[in-house]
């Protein structure tokens, strides 16, 4: 494009000196309009800048660019609505043909509404709304599915979804990305105010079903949206029936809010359809098979001491496993309220004849495993015990072989493990050992030095009065005791494989983490207190010069602090 005609479409400029845009315009027309890179003309330029006036002297002259299109077939309009430029969109609207001219779309489908609604742009909204009468024509969907109602309710553009709202009078959709409505995309999206104009305009819509095969109300409960919920079984309470996902795979409204732990939702379905804790998913689980895969072990509580935990409990899936099957293949414990509860004392054997304690000693052994195996056998020493002693009396060849790989598994472990603290212990000893160190020769050269004058503070300290040193000398010698402490710990669990050697694996493992955590904590307390010494030190001898001296301890501790909190959070 001429650089002239540029600018001048830029600046809104008919006419600068001898440049004559009306003439430019005018041969154009016989040979073609000059474009940018992009594309654009000089009308998509002048809209791009919300040059209104020039818009429409440009179109008095050749009306052809109205319905030009640039290389992503954008015209002036779509360039105008997606930038907020609404004096031009108003401008391009007064044009003759601009019904013709607001459905046109680009490369991608969409329309200057579309556009407008993504954009943000209410006013221009407003503007194209008051042109479409037609829902079934007007508001088409562009290539991915998505039409300007779907954007709307997508993005929580509550203003811009009551002005279409209004002119979609009719019960109609068309299904936008995955097969979902508008309401899907609201509920999904938690926009609350979206999802009620939508559902008061049409309730049907949360029975519809997206690709997957749930609809707005599986959403909602999944997301948390307990007043929306209440709405919709207020209106039909059979909607908590309806199953979420394809014919071979389903679950159901109340093993969503298990599986998500939500309290207040499990209540609220329950108000509305008390029998629904009864439903099963294809595969024959109920909602407390759910909860306990996916580690919300509090969704017991709920029902505890109701009675309706006595049928959960112990009620088998379609492969014959309970709850407590699946919490010995997955889980890290067994919730103390599930080990207390009458029904969890009751032998349950799976269709490949296992009870949840063989299923928790098949797993590979970790500390999660060995604490699960205790709860499960903490069931008044029954749950799975009696088959566990039956395979080692009665089947030698192989179960009797698999333990004894097990154990020795186990004991591998175990000294792995300890290898890694007694590792992690070198490297504290030498900190330890340099923060000792430095607080010794920090208690023999004191800050501000020694009266050295005849009298009876001869050899005493001369800022010994200051409340700044007196903090300085406890924080020092809390130092350097937290750091001979550490010490002396960390030579006890150096010598702990020869002092032990007859205790089990795991009480030796648990001695040893003891140790380390007791050793971890006083070397912790040690570098604290050399950060508060050093502090302390520095401004007790710069006392006279405050502003330096608090300017030292600020920067002294909240160094500290920082460096803490990165290391616990980082």
């Known amino acids: ?36 890179p992009k594309g654009n003309t000089i009308l998509h330029v002048a809209a791009h800048f919300g040059q209104r006036g020039f818009v429409g002297e440009v179109l ?7 319905c ?24 391009l609207l007064s044009i003759e043909g601009k019904e013709t001219h607001v459905r046109m779309t680009d490369d991608i489908g969409d329309t200057a509404l579309h556009k407008a609604v993504r954009s943000g742009h209410i006013d221009i909204v407003r503007m194209l709304v008051k042109l479409l009468l037609d829902p079934e024509h007007d508001f088409p969907a562009n290539k991915a599915g998505e039409t300007p109602l779907y954007l709307a309710a997508e993005s929580g553009f509550h203003d811009a979804l009551i002005e279409i709202l209004n002119v979609c009078k009719e019960l109609t959709y068309v299904a936008g990305p995955s097969n979902r409505t508008p309401l899907h995309a609201a509920v999904i999206q938690e926009h609350t105010e979206c999802v009620r104009l939508l559902w008061q305009w049409n309730k049907p819509l949360c029975e519809e079903l997206d690709k997957w095969g749930w609809n707005s ?3 909602a409960v999944k ?74 072990e509090m969704f017991v509580s709920v029902f505890y001491g109701s009675g309706i935990c006595n049928s959960l409990v112990d009620e088998a899936d379609n492969e014959g496993n309970t709850p407590l099957h699946l919490l010995a293949a997955s889980g890290d414990h067994v919730p103390q309220m599930i080990l ?20 928790a000693l098949s797993r590979t052994w970790t500390i999660q495993k060995e604490k699960l195996v205790r709860d499960f056998c903490s069931i008044n020493g029954q749950l799975g015990q009696r088959d566990f002693k039956v395979k080692r009396k009665t089947d030698p060849n192989g179960n009797i072989q698999q333990m004894e790989e097990d154990d020795h598994d186990k004991a591998k472990r175990v000294k792995i493990e300890i290898e890694k603290f007694i590792k992690s212990t070198q490297i504290h000893v030498v900190v330890a050992t340099l923060i000792m160190t430095v607080t010794f020769a920090a208690g023999f050269t004191l800050p501000g030095g020694l009266d050295s004058n005849d009298g009876p503070n001869k050899g005493m300290a001369i800022l010994l009065k200051r409340a700044a040193f007196r903090a300085f000398v406890i924080s020092d010698v809390l130092a350097f005791s937290c750091s001979a402490g550490a ?50 030190g520095m401004y007790a001898t710069l006392e006279n010069s405050l502003a330096l001296a608090v300017s030292v301890c600020v920067i002294g501790s909240v160094s500290f602090l920082m460096n803490s909190w990165i290391c616990i959070w980082g």
């Open 340 to 359: 207390d509860h009458p029904s969890a004392k009751k032998m349950a054997f799976n269709k490949q004849n296992q009870t949840p304690l063989d299923i």
């Open 487 to 536: 010490i002396f710990i960390y030579f006890f669990m150096a010598d702990m494989d020869r002092e032990y050697e007859e205790v089990p694996e795991y009480d030796w493992l648990k001695m040893v983490r003891r140790s380390y955590n007791i050793a971890s904590t006083l070397q912790g307390f040690a570098m604290a207190a050399v950060v508060v010494a050093f502090v302390t």
């Open 68 to 91: 030009y299109k640039n290389k992503k077939n954008e015209t002036a309009l779509h360039i105008a609505a997606n930038l907020g430029q609404s004096e031009v969109v108003s401008e």
């Open 60 to 66: 008095k002259i050749t009306p052809a660019l109205l």
């Open 223 to 296: 997301q948390g949206l307990k007043e929306i919920v209440s709405g919709m079984l207020g209106w039909k309470k059979s909607l908590a029936y309806l199953p979420a996902g394809s014919e071979n795979d389903w679950t159901t409204t109340f093993h969503i809010a298990a599986s998500e732990g939500d309290m207040l939702m499990i209540y609220e379905l329950l108000n509305h359809c008390p029998d629904c804790w009864e439903m099963l998913n294809s595969n024959g689980q109920n909602a407390l098979h759910a909860a306990l895969l996916n580690g919300h």
């Open 1 to 36: 494009m001429d650089p002239r005609m540029y600018i001048a479409a830029r600046e809104g400029s008919m006419e600068d000196g001898d440049f004559s845009l009306v003439d430019h315009l005018k041969r154009e027309e016989e040979n073609g309009y000059q474009v940018t």
């Open 217 to 219: 109300l599986h959403y």
